[in-house]
């Protein structure tokens, strides 16, 4: 079928665009005019036809009948008005000119350039209406010649005239050909760009719902169409519009809305209104997600992120005190934030270093990089210094095919919390110091650097000043390390904060297990506030999840806690200042060990703290 369909008023017309088109099967040309140009035309579209031409009156009448095509108007070129204009100063005596305004105009010009002396007579006509009393004005002004398109020069001739229709030359039919191709050009052009949108739109997997400013529907994809095709009447997509109507009309969105679209079928559906350039609505959208699919994603997202180990999970809102101490340790911290300088963190076990660590990368500009941490007391030497690293393929024996990437490159763009940095060997201090100061790390058994872009945390429960003056942790690197320092009070500088601990172990664990504790009492509270915690926050809260589990009533007594702090406390019962806390680690170990049978995990958990800082601790005991 072709593509572009001329529509001309007259044979001679119609005979030379078939010339001029010989052999183009992307053209077809229809001799029709008036009314009988407009079916031609609504019959060309329906076979296929992609751009009309047409001219004159029929023109008109095409463009109001068949708006939904490009139509090209096909205009008299200054040549046809001149054949036209000669032919009539050979056959006949006074000329008169009927038709638009741009033909008058036209014909105006071409009698100053022939420098006319007798100018024809000019009648203008707006309409296919006028024509009859165009010819009649032309005719009392004394024209026995009337120029005009096809139908004026007919209705001339039947009243005894001279009739001379202008026709359309080479010229105009060429360029109103090259016209149409442009036009056809730029709707196939428009075509594909609609149909890869319409594919792009349909291959999501949400549904998505846009209306005009009319709130008239504009688009809705397959994945709409099926979620509200789940309801077994037209509610829940009628539902949805009303809500999109007001979104648009309140110039605002909302996010996350559940939306009940059958019984059992809920959607979680986000409402946006659309906006031009210039700020004004033109439209909103609806996009439409099952609550099932969302909840899969959203499950299947967390165990990645939490497989990958790669996000940071705690915020400086995650960190409470009431403690001017550990306030200032905050502020710090926040202030930290803000610089790429490394940080050091410094605390007891279990005051919350970790905590820190995540809250200062979350609060600095590469909060949307990865955060890596590594537990340098709890991986074996040989197996951190290939974690951190990685290595080349066949670095040694079982080394993964292609090689391995190192924390270090997963950290790139982000942050590298190294907890208990204190524990590194100095083969991999030395290693640690070039990565910190050259930003670029060499795998095991390869010679090409890559460069890095991280952030250094570091964190340590011991002291490294003392550290270095014996010998055991080189001066360079920490001094490297030492640039930014946070000190984490311990839990017994802060009692202050016990009870607000308190409150959110006891809530967590009501979360975790289904129970219904409200609190502890005040005298529980007051033998919680006299320990001395040496296993900080971590003991506190192993504590607090055994005394919730254990509670028999919805108040936690003070005989439970006494019952759950006896190895912690004199035989009298009453708590008393703990002497050093070598001394009180190691009892403690001792009769944590005692109770659980000699099971390490049981006795690091008894006691609030790590498995990797109890083997530790063992290695110094013994």
Same mark, same amino acid.
Not at 297 to 323: N, P, Y
């Given at each position: 079928?072709?593509?572009?369909?001329?529509?001309?008023? @007259?044979?001679?017309? #119609?005979?030379?665009?078939?010339?001029?088109?010989?052999?183009?099967?992307?053209? &077809?040309?229809?001799?029709?005019?008036?009314?009988?140009?407009?079916?031609?035309?609504?019959?060309?579209?329906?076979?296929?036809?992609?751009?009309?031409?047409?001219?004159?009156?029929?023109?008109?009448?095409?463009?109001?009948?068949?708006?939904?095509?490009?139509?090209?108007?096909?205009?008299?070129?200054?040549?046809?008005?001149?054949?036209?204009?000669?032919?009539?100063?050979?056959?006949?005596?006074?000329?008169?000119?009927?038709?638009?305004?741009?033909?008058?105009?036209?014909?105006?010009?071409?009698?100053?350039?022939?420098?006319?002396?007798?100018?024809?007579?000019?009648?203008?006509?707006?309409?296919?209406?006028?024509?009859?009393?165009?010819?009649?004005?032309?005719?009392?002004?004394?024209?026995?010649?009337?120029?005009?398109?096809?139908?004026?020069?007919?209705?001339?001739?039947?009243?005894?005239?001279?009739?001379?229709?202008?026709?359309?030359?080479?010229?105009?039919?060429?360029?109103?050909?090259?016209?149409?191709?442009?036009?056809?050009?730029?709707?196939?052009?428009?075509?594909?760009?609609?149909?890869?949108? &319409?594919?792009?739109?349909?291959?999501?997997?949400?549904?998505?719902?846009?209306?005009?400013?009319? @709130?008239?529907?504009?688009?809705?994809?397959?994945?709409?169409?099926?979620?509200?095709?789940?309801?077994?009447?037209?509610?829940?997509?009628?539902?949805?519009?009303?809500?999109?109507?007001?979104?648009?009309?309140?110039?605002?969105?909302?996010?996350?809305?559940?939306?009940?679209?059958?019984?059992?079928?809920?959607?979680?559906?986000?409402? +946006?209104?659309?906006?031009?350039?210039?700020?004004?609505?033109?439209?909103?959208?609806?996009?439409?997600?099952?609550?099932?699919?969302?909840?899969?994603?959203?499950?299947?997202?967390?165990?990645?992120?939490?497989?990958?180990?790669?996000?940071?999970?705690?915020?400086?809102?995650?960190?409470?005190?009431?403690?001017?101490?550990?306030?200032?340790?905050?502020?710090?911290?926040?202030?930290?934030?803000?610089?790429?300088?490394?940080?050091?963190?410094?605390?007891? %076990?279990?005051?919350?270093?970790?905590?820190?660590?995540?809250?200062?990368?979350?609060?600095? @500009?590469?909060?949307?990089?990865?955060?890596?941490?590594?537990?340098?007391?709890?991986?074996?030497?040989?197996?951190?210094?290939?974690?951190?690293?990685?290595?080349?393929?066949? #670095?040694?024996?079982?080394?993964?095919?292609?090689?391995?990437?190192?924390?270090?490159?997963?950290?790139?763009?982000?942050?590298?919390?190294?907890?208990?940095?204190?524990?590194?060997?100095?083969?991999?201090?030395?290693?640690?110091?070039?990565?910190?100061?050259?930003?670029?790390?060499?795998?095991?058994?390869?010679?090409?650097?890559?460069?890095?872009?991280?952030?250094?945390?570091?964190?340590?429960?011991?002291?490294?000043?003392?550290?270095?003056?014996?010998?055991?942790?080189?001066?360079?690197?920490?001094?490297?390390?030492?640039?930014?320092?946070?000190?984490?009070?311990?839990?017994?500088?802060?009692?202050?904060?016990?009870?607000?601990?308190?409150?959110?172990?006891?809530?967590?664990?009501?979360?975790?297990?289904?129970?219904?504790?409200?609190?502890?009492?005040?005298?529980?509270? &007051?033998?919680?506030?006299?320990?001395?915690?040496?296993?900080?926050?971590?003991?506190?809260?192993?504590?607090?999840?055994?005394?919730?589990? +254990?509670?028999?009533?919805?108040?936690?007594?003070?005989?439970?806690?006494?019952?759950?702090?006896?190895?912690?406390?004199?035989?009298?019962?009453?708590?008393?200042?703990?002497?050093?806390?070598?001394?009180?680690?190691?009892?403690?170990?001792?009769?944590?060990?005692? &109770? %659980?049978?000699?099971?390490?995990?049981?006795?690091?958990?008894?006691?609030?703290?790590?498995?990797?800082?109890?083997?530790?601790?063992?290695?110094?005991?013994?």
């Amino acid at each position: 079928m072709a593509n572009i369909v001329f529509v001309v008023p @007259s044979k001679e017309a #119609a005979a030379l665009a078939a010339k001029l088109t010989l052999n183009n099967q992307d053209v &077809e040309i229809v001799s029709a005019r008036l009314n009988e140009g407009v079916k031609a035309a609504r019959a060309a579209v329906g076979r296929g036809a992609r751009v009309l031409i047409s001219r004159g009156f029929t023109y008109n009448m095409i463009a109001k009948e068949v708006p939904q095509i490009p139509l090209v108007e096909l205009e008299y070129s200054g040549y046809d008005i001149l054949r036209a204009y000669l032919e009539a100063k050979q056959h006949c005596g006074s000329i008169a000119f009927v038709s638009s305004q741009s033909i008058i105009d036209g014909v105006g010009s071409i009698e100053d350039i022939l420098e006319v002396t007798e100018e024809s007579i000019k009648v203008v006509i707006d309409s296919f209406q006028d024509y009859a009393q165009g010819i009649e004005q032309a005719a009392e002004a004394g024209a026995v010649c009337i120029i005009g398109n096809q139908a004026i020069s007919h209705q001339a001739a039947a009243r005894g005239l001279c009739g001379i229709a202008i026709e359309s030359g080479n010229e105009a039919l060429s360029r109103a050909l090259l016209t149409a191709r442009h036009l056809l050009a730029v709707e196939q052009l428009r075509e594909a760009n609609t149909q890869q949108i &319409e594919t792009i739109v349909n291959a999501v997997d949400y549904g998505i719902l846009a209306i005009d400013s009319q @709130s008239g529907i504009t688009t809705v994809n397959r994945e709409a169409d099926r979620i509200l095709g789940l309801a077994s009447d037209k509610t829940a997509k009628e539902n949805v519009l009303a809500k999109l109507c007001q979104c648009m009309e309140a110039g605002s969105h909302q996010v996350g809305t559940i939306e009940k679209i059958a019984p059992g079928v809920e959607a979680v559906v986000n409402y +946006q209104a659309i906006f031009s350039s210039d700020g004004l609505v033109v439209g909103g959208i609806a996009t439409l997600q099952e609550l099932r699919h969302f909840q899969a994603v959203e499950r299947k997202t967390r165990e990645e992120l939490a497989r990958r180990g790669r996000v940071a999970k705690h915020s400086f809102l995650d960190i409470k005190s009431s403690s001017p101490a550990m306030c200032a340790a905050i502020a710090d911290a926040k202030r930290f934030a803000e610089y790429e300088a490394t940080v050091l963190i410094l605390g007891e %076990t279990g005051a919350g270093k970790e905590y820190f660590a995540h809250a200062i990368h979350l609060a600095s @500009s590469r909060k949307n990089g990865p955060f890596v941490a590594v537990n340098c007391a709890a991986i074996p030497e040989n197996i951190l210094e290939s974690e951190l690293f990685g290595y080349a393929e066949g #670095a040694f024996t079982g080394a993964k095919r292609g090689g391995k990437t190192g924390l270090f490159e997963q950290a790139h763009g982000g942050t590298i919390f190294l907890d208990e940095i204190g524990e590194m060997s100095e083969n991999l201090q030395a290693r640690l110091l070039r990565v910190i100061q050259e930003h670029e790390v060499y795998r095991l058994g390869d010679d090409r650097i890559t460069p890095v872009d991280i952030r250094v945390i570091a964190a340590t429960n011991r002291d490294l000043y003392k550290m270095v003056q014996l010998g055991k942790f080189r001066e360079d690197l920490y001094y490297r390390l030492d640039v930014l320092t946070v000190e984490i009070p311990p839990l017994r500088e802060r009692k202050t904060d016990i009870e607000i601990f308190v409150g959110l172990f006891v809530a967590e664990c009501n979360a975790k297990y289904r129970t219904a504790v409200q609190g502890v009492e005040h005298e529980g509270l &007051e033998l919680l506030r006299h320990h001395d915690w040496p296993g900080n926050i971590r003991e506190l809260h192993n504590i607090i999840e055994r005394l919730v589990v +254990q509670a028999a009533g919805d108040i936690i007594t003070a005989g439970e806690v006494r019952r759950v702090l006896k190895n912690r406390l004199p035989a009298g019962g009453q708590p008393v200042a703990a002497p050093l806390s070598r001394k009180v680690d190691e009892a403690a170990i001792r009769q944590a060990l005692v &109770e %659980t049978d000699g099971n390490k995990q049981q006795a690091a958990e008894l006691l609030g703290i790590g498995r990797a800082t109890l083997w530790r601790k063992l290695k110094k005991i013994q």
